[in-house]
């Protein structure tokens, strides 16, 4: 039977401290709030007690934070995408930040297995003053475990309400995208990490995150799959090819640190989960 679960996490500033609220239907949770940074930061895990979505199932996800608050969602593995008897597996994340808010995205790859069909989609509404660092990391196959995506499709939906769009469609036939070198290259990682702000970003800040980025890039063994741009004047970005996630992942999360420090005046403090 195909799971529609749904989760919604409101953060807000009650006093000096952000707190969540939260509801949920269906197998999607939050574990306990943890403050590691003090009470200003409030750290979430959504588990997903499953472990992968098939075809007919969908995820919904709704974000929200109030003026003042400062939220940080992660997730304790991967959300695998499983093989399709023909129906659409679907995840669906909506974020909205009012003014003056903060969030960071941070969940695991997205692993699309051979022969899935699925379609991930996040979408994001940012007030004035509000800003977001986040990432969204796919994995075509199981390269290592040798179990490449050799069918299967994956619609990819990420926007900025009004600011900024992509959308891309992967078919696991398409050989010249796949291993052409104008497309993936034979990588079976893609990862684009985003600041995003709600306000145009002031040039000397913009450059600042660029750089920090670029010098953090740089110092990477995957600087020659990876470039840091700016699409306009609220979105800076990071694109990563890699044969692997891992790689991908630690290089995201070395900028993600970089972006804290430059943008935030706050240290590259990691969730607790990614040290377990």
Not at 36 to 46: F, K, L, R
Not at 74 to 101: C, K, M, N, V
Not at 191 to 203: E, H, Q
Not at 211 to 240: C, F, K, M, Y
């Amino acid at each position: 039977m195909p799971w529609h679960a749904q989760l919604a996490l409101d953060y807000a500033k009650t006093s000096a401290r952000t707190v969540v609220r939260y509801r949920h239907q269906g197998p999607l949770r939050i574990l306990q709030s943890l403050y590691p940074e003090g009470d200003a930061i409030c750290h979430n895990v959504v588990v997903h007690p499953p472990g992968g979505i098939v075809g007919g199932d969908t995820l919904d996800i709704a974000v929200t934070a109030a003026t003042g608050s400062h939220g940080l969602v992660t997730t304790p593995g991967a959300t695998r995408f499983y093989r399709s008897q023909g129906e659409w597996a679907r995840q669906h994340t909506r974020i909205r930040l009012d003014a003056g808010s903060r969030m960071e995205w941070l969940p695991q790859e997205a692993i699309c297995h051979d022969g899935c069909l699925a379609e991930n989609q996040l979408q994001m509404a940012l007030a004035s003053g509000a800003e977001l660092i986040g990432w969204d990391v796919t994995a075509l196959g199981l390269p290592a475990a040798q179990q490449p995506f050799l069918r299967g499709r994956l619609l990819q939906h990420i926007a900025l309400a009004g600011i900024w769009l992509e959308r891309g469609r992967i078919d696991a036939g398409d050989t010249r995208l796949l291993h052409g070198p104008l497309g993936l290259a034979g990588h079976a990682c893609i990862a684009t990490a985003f600041f995003c702000s709600g306000s145009a970003l002031p040039r000397d800040r913009m450059q600042q995150l660029l750089e920090a980025a670029r010098t953090t890039i740089e110092g990477d063994d995957l600087r020659n799959q990876a470039g840091a741009t700016s699409p306009n004047a609220h979105v800076v970005l990071v694109r990563v090819l890699a044969p692997l996630v891992e790689p991908a992942m630690k290089l995201l999360r070395k900028v993600r640190g970089a972006w804290r420090e430059s943008a935030w005046q706050l240290s590259a403090q990691p969730p607790r989960i990614w040290s377990t």
